[in-house]
């Protein structure tokens, strides 16, 4: 089983709609969970880092989390094409012996105009 | 600015010429990591450093090599490059080991060897 899973995609939305993306992860000692936005060919770029069990808003993006459930969400609000992108999902598992973030390989997202 | 600078952002090499990846952080982060990236398999860890003079190898190390002598460098060392380390390189820092905060990544270099 991966560590952290998430749907490759296409997910595709239309311009000003609601991107939902998902992810679980298999380490419920799982402590800080990040969410990354990948361009073709360029870095990861942290978007946002949630810790508690709940929701936490940061402009026009949700992150979500559910520890019980072993997930995490990321809502984008008013989509546009410039959203479109890879959105990787992080894990920092906080195992002794693992200092690493575990990534899940990325939905990718498409935003039509 | 904050930032973790990487360099070159694009090497074509040949097979078996020993070439060095620099990477920087003005941040006066304590950990370092270097990930390759390729289509299918994700972000997978090299090596990683928690501090000064302290390495140790990720998930796919070999033929690669670190050093970590000074707190703001962690330079990657191919010494005989082979076909398959054509990749996409990411060096990344992170205010600790604890990774609280997640990673700071550099800008990536594209390395092609033939």
């Known amino acids: 089983q991966k560590e952290v899973e998430q749907n490759s995609g296409p997910l595709s939305v239309p311009e000003g709609a609601i991107a939902s993306l998902n992810c679980t992860y298999s380490d419920r000692v799982s402590q800080s969970f990040f969410w990354y936005r990948q361009y073709s060919g360029k870095s990861p770029e942290l978007i946002m880092s949630i810790y508690s069990n709940g929701d936490k808003e940061d402009g026009r993006f949700t992150a979500q989390l559910n520890k019980a459930s072993q997930y995490v969400s990321l809502l984008i609000r008013d989509s546009q094409p410039s959203d479109s992108a890879t959105y990787l999902c992080a894990v920092n598992p906080r195992m002794d012996s693992s200092y690493k973030l575990i990534f899940g390989s990325g939905t990718r997202l498409l935003v039509r105009p | 600015e904050a930032q973790v600078t990487q360099n070159p952002r694009y090497l074509i090499t040949v097979t078996g010429k020993k070439l060095t990846v620099t990477c920087s952080q003005n941040?006066?982060?304590?950990?370092m990591s270097w990930y390759r990236q390729d289509p299918g398999l994700g972000l997978r860890q090299i090596y990683y450093s928690m501090n000064v003079e302290v390495t140790d190898k990720g998930d796919v190390p070999e033929g690669y090599k670190v050093s970590r002598k000074e707190k703001r460098n962690f330079p990657l060392i191919l010494e005989s490059p082979s076909p398959n380390q054509t990749s996409l390189y990411f060096c990344a820092s992170s205010l600790s080991g604890q990774l609280t905060y997640g990673y700071t990544f550099g800008s990536g270099t594209r390395l092609t060897v033939v």
């Open positions: 941040m006066n982060h304590e950990y």
